[in-house]
């Protein structure tokens, strides 16, 4: 059973571009959470998505940031007109049914963006 | 809102030391606790997982306690190597999602 896949895992872009990262989670798991981490902080969430719906995006920016989950396919975060401030590591991760669950949330390897 | 604290941000001890890392969190109603450790420029590392029923879980020299009502967590590693030197981070599963703290910088020294 494969992990949480993440992908590209290094992406540079120039400010002003888009940038997209995918995931897929878990094999069975229908959740899928993005988080970012700022360099020498902490992991900060960012939105929680099940199969075509956002739960929660409170800690999504207003503007240029976009995430969604499609009945096929990743989940996808997209970060429009990037500028040098989104330069950071967006991690991903999927559980099977966290409502009233104690499961783990499972994580992936990361997608360093870097913005020149 | 739940906040997650990590204490200290940054510990460096010579090797062979018993440690204890610190994380405290607001609101009591988690359905479990995790450690991680984060290696720079790479992905977690999940070492204990903690569900809130339970008051702690150990895994080789790591040992870690919850008190889910006083809203506290430690990570304690004992006799520590230059190989624990890492990021650890503390994070407590709410409904909807993990929060986490900033965690704590560990340097082992030889």
């Known amino acids: 059973n494969a992990g949480v896949m993440q992908n590209p895992r290094h992406l540079v872009r120039r400010r002003g571009q888009e940038a997209r990262l995918r995931c897929s989670p878990m094999k069975g798991h229908s959740h899928v959470y993005w988080y970012r981490q700022l360099p020498e902080e902490g992991l900060k969430f960012m939105v929680y998505l099940q199969k075509e719906n956002i739960i929660d995006e409170s800690g999504m920016p207003k503007e240029r940031f976009s995430a969604e989950f499609p009945k096929e396919g990743p989940s996808i975060l997209r970060i429009q007109q990037v500028v040098r401030g989104d330069s950071a590591a967006y991690f991903c991760?999927?559980?099977?049914?966290?409502?009233?669950?104690?499961?783990?949330?499972?994580f992936g390897e990361g997608s360093w963006l870097t913005v020149v | 809102k739940q906040e997650v604290t990590q204490i200290p941000a940054a510990l460096s001890v010579p090797e062979g030391e018993n440690l204890v890392l610190n994380c405290s969190f607001t609101?009591?109603?988690?359905?479990?606790l995790q450690w991680f450790r984060q290696d720079p420029g790479k992905g977690l590392t999940s070492l204990l997982l903690?569900?809130?029923?339970?008051r702690e879980q150990t895994s080789g020299r790591l040992n870690a306690s919850l008190d889910k009502s006083s809203g506290r967590s430690t990570l304690y590693i004992a006799a520590s190597q230059p190989g624990d030197s890492a990021t650890y981070l503390c994070a407590v599963r709410t409904n909807n999602d993990m929060r986490f703290g900033a965690g704590t910088r560990l340097t082992v020294k030889p």
């Open positions: 609101d009591s109603a988690i359905y479990n």
């Open positions: 991760a999927s559980s099977p049914d966290p409502s009233g669950s104690g499961n783990t949330i499972y």
């Open positions: 903690i569900q809130s029923s339970q």
